[in-house]
């Protein structure tokens, strides 16, 4: 009994460090970016000595990557929520979700110093890269039985909205969508109603519009 007591406050004792070290990364990411943080930072910021980061995770990256895996599992929980109300309750928790929480999108977009592309290693981004996957998939499946799409259509529809929310996102976090006078709110429910409340013309508009873009590439 003793044994076992000793082995679960071992245990709570490092999930504490964990999340500790994660909340610390969190804000060490925000100010120095990915690439210019190191894990002296993170290590001083969680109060703890560098040695004491290797106990937990094996590298920085390792670290980025638990954060933005812990972001994509909470929002995927968001959708799946909301998946039971609809596509326009699925897509708008999305939406709400990084609305709510500016600071995962730029996480998710490795926005914390500039746009250019970002990457971690080819393990992490291929485990983070699916788990985003099953995100777009869920509301692909969603947008299907809602519009009756064939799943290749609500497929690169679901990506064309989650586009224009991530841009609305954006122009709103930066103040320009206030500036020109529209909330990004309300844009998006306009684009979901364009979707999901043309019947059939949404899905002729949707094929339409995929056969015009093939013929462009």
Not at 28 to 55: N, P, S
Not at 63 to 89: E, F, M, T
Not at 177 to 188: K, N, Q, R, S, T
Request: with cysteine; charged share 25%.
């Amino acid at each position: 009994m003793a044994t076992a007591a000793r082995g679960r406050r071992r245990d709570e004792l490092g999930a504490f460090k964990r999340e500790r070290i994660l909340a610390a990364a969190r804000e060490v990411f925000a100010e120095h970016g990915l690439d210019r943080a190191t894990l002296r930072q993170i290590a001083a910021a969680a109060g703890y000595v560098a040695g004491t980061l290797y106990l937990h995770f094996e590298s920085k990256e390792a670290i980025y990557g638990a954060l933005l895996a812990g972001s994509l599992d909470r929002l995927a929980a968001a959708v799946d929520a909301a998946r039971g109300s609809g596509a326009n309750a699925a897509f708008m928790a999305f939406h709400r979700y990084y609305a709510d929480n500016a600071e995962e999108l730029d996480l998710g977009l490795y926005l914390f110093r500039g746009t250019g592309r970002r990457g971690l290693n080819p393990g992490l981004d291929q485990e983070l890269n699916d788990r985003l996957r099953a995100v777009v998939e869920a509301l692909a499946s969603t947008l299907a039985t809602a519009t009756g799409l064939p799943w290749r259509d609500a497929h690169r529809e679901t990506v064309s909205l989650a586009s224009f929310m991530v841009g609305c996102l954006i122009m709103g976090g930066t103040g320009r969508l206030g500036m020109l006078g529209y909330a990004g709110d309300d844009l998006v429910r306009r684009r979901l109603a364009d979707v999901l409340g043309a019947g059939d013309g949404s899905r002729s508009r949707v094929r339409r519009n995929g056969d015009e873009s093939a013929g462009e590439a």
